[in-house]
């Protein structure tokens, strides 16, 4: 702790209580990271249940970088990371059923043969 001035050991002071605080926060953080991160890889939950869970870390993310407990840089590397989890999983869309074969897709008419004269 600061030995010189009383301002010196408040601020000692208040900076113990805002690095505990930061602290929890950057937690709580990286545990909603952590969370999104498994469900958006485990296909047994729902579409939207993971982009809840995904949307809850953005959000935390963002919070934590405007009171300035992360860097902004840092939070939006993370954001961007977790939005490409979350594309990915929606481009490759829902995994078919057990047991149930996928309906073939039917083939393409030419152009030509749709147009009358």
Known sequence: ???????????????????????ATRSSVKTLIVKARKSLSDS????TERAAV??????????AAAKGVLHRNNAARRKSRLARQLAKIAVAGPAPA?????????????AAATKKK
């Open 54 to 63: 995904a949307g809850e870390a953005l959000r935390a993310l963002d919070r």
């Open 44 to 47: 047994s939950g729902e579409a």
């Open 1 to 23: 702790m600061a030995k010189r001035t009383a301002s010196a050991k408040k601020q000692a002071r208040a900076g113990a209580r805002r690095a505990t605080r930061n602290r």
């Open 98 to 110: 057990k047991g149930k074969k996928a309906a073939p897709a039917a083939p393409a008419k030419p």
